[in-house]
């Protein structure tokens, strides 16, 4: 089936139970071949243009489309809009993944190392869903964990994303060079406004982690009116150390080595230490 507008899209798949959407297919194809996933049918959802861009909404929201591509986010004016969720479509993959992967389908799948997922969880992102004669928005965060599924007939169309203009960062760590599955990710986020921090660590854990203690913390230990002017240090170098270490040991607690092998455990302790050093630099980099 290939309709070519969401209306017709969501009637398909009120018509046709099991039908299962797909943009890129990037992920859906692989669970596919290993025989994971058996859809009664594909809703191909490439002729949908109105899904492939992004606008602004009265509020200061943009409003990006689910099938908006990697490749897509990682041009210029929109990394100048939403730079951290430019930089995860940047090490998304190789040019293949990124021309065809996309937004939407990278929530569907929820994969514990999908890139753009702690963006959009630090973000505090919400995602519409719509179905025939009805939509919902429901926090990206919320469909992740699973305490707000997709329900069937659902077809999640737009992702809304507040516009906090202030610094955002995204890092993360990977087995090898060039883009390629992380192996821990952290996006951090500055909320000028509310002298906030926002902080989400992905792919160590099933679903993007906030750290909301350490968050916190670190908030109360930034110079906010210093922030900008020349010369001034608006966090002290020890703060920004043990935000890292805040962070790492929310996310890996020592209560998860215990009960593991030691080769389990070793692998454990690699991670968290590789989140400690994201969490340090991207927030340094936030506030620098």
């Known amino acids: 089936m290939l309709p070519a507008s969401v209306d017709e ?33 594909l809703i191909g959802l490439g002729r949908i243009t109105e899904l492939r861009g992004w606008r602004y909404e009265d509020g200061g929201t943009a409003v990006l489309g689910a099938g908006l591509t990697h490749a897509r986010m990682d041009r ?68 992740l964990t699973g305490l707000d599924p997709i329900r069937p007939g659902e077809l999640l169309t737009w992702v809304r994303v507040p516009l906090l203009h202030a610094p955002q960062v995204f890092l993360k760590a990977t087995g090898r060079g ?31 982690l906030r750290p909301l203690e350490a968050e916190a913390w670190v908030a109360g230990c930034i110079d906010w009116d210093a922030r900008g002017e020349e010369g001034a240090q608006a966090i002290d170098p020890a703060a920004l150390a043990a935000f890292g270490d805040y962070v790492a040991g929310a996310c890996i607690p020592d209560a998860a080595l215990e009960g593991v092998g030691e080769g389990s455990a070793a692998v454990l302790v690699r991670q968290r230490r590789t989140v400690a050093v994201l969490a340090r630099r991207a927030l340094g980099r936030a506030l620098s």
């Open 9 to 41: 899209a969501v009637e398909a798949l009120a018509e046709t139970p099991g039908a299962v959407p797909v943009a890129g297919a990037t992920d859906l194809m692989e669970a596919v071949n290993a025989g994971r996933l058996r859809p009664a049918a």
């Open 178 to 208: 060039g883009p390629s599955r992380g192996t821990a990710s952290v996006a951090v986020v500055l909320d000028p406004a509310r002298r906030g921090v926002r902080c989400a660590v992905g792919a160590v854990a099933p679903v993007p």
């Open 76 to 143: 210029p004016d929109f990394a100048a809009l939403i730079p951290a969720l430019a930089d995860a479509a940047r090490t998304a993959g190789p040019p293949q993944i990124r021309n065809v992967g996309t937004l939407g389908g990278n929530i569907a799948t929820a994969a514990p190392a999908g890139d753009t997922l702690p963006v959009l969880t630090a973000l505090e992102a919400t995602a519409t869903l719509t179905r025939a004669g009805s939509l919902r928005d429901v926090p990206v965060g919320h469909l």
